[in-house]
C-alpha cells in the first residue's frame, strides 16, 4: 500500500494506468472515503492487476455518466493537481468523455 497526500501527491503522474477499465466505484459517505476499483489492461509483458484507489478525507466527488463519446470504461487520461494546502484534485478522463473528480486529502493505493 502506498499513501500520498498534497507533500508527495506529484509522485502520482508516474502511474500508467491508460486503457485500464474502470470496474467499480464505492461511495461511503459517513466516513467521507471513495474506493475506485481498476483492472489494468493486458500486455505481451505484464498480465492484469487489480488496483483500488482509496480517496479519503473527500472534499467533494462527482461522476458523469453521459457517454458523449460513446459506450466505454477505459481510462483515457488521468490528472492529478493542488487543490487546497492540503487538498488534491484527481481527474479521470474515460474513453466515454465522461469524468470522474474526486478532491481529498490523502489517495491510498492498494
Known amino acids: 500500500m502506498t499513501i ?3 507533500n ?3 509522485k502520482l503522474k508516474n502511474l500508467n494506468l491508460h486503457d485500464s477499465e474502470l470496474h467499480n466505484i464505492r461511495v461511503d459517505y459517513l466516513n467521507k472515503e471513495i474506493q475506485v476499483q481498476f483492472v489494468t489492461a493486458v500486455t505481451p509483458e505484464v498480465n492484469s492487476n487489480q488496483i483500488f484507489w ?12 453521459k457517454e ?3 459506450s466505454g470504461f477505459y481510462v483515457n487520461s488521468i ?3 493542488e ?12 474513453n466515454s468523455g465522461d469524468e470522474i ?3 481529498s486529502e490523502i489517495i491510498k493505493l492498494e
Open 4 to 6: 500520498f497526500s498534497i
Open 8 to 10: 508527495n501527491y506529484l
Open 54 to 65: 482509496v480517496f479519503k478525507e473527500v472534499y467533494d466527488f462527482n461522476i458523469t455518466m
Open 68 to 70: 458523449p463519446w460513446g
Open 79 to 81: 490528472e492529478f493537481d
Open 83 to 94: 487543490f487546497s494546502d492540503r487538498h488534491i484534485k484527481t481527474i479521470v478522463l474515460l
Open 101 to 103: 473528480n474526486c478532491i
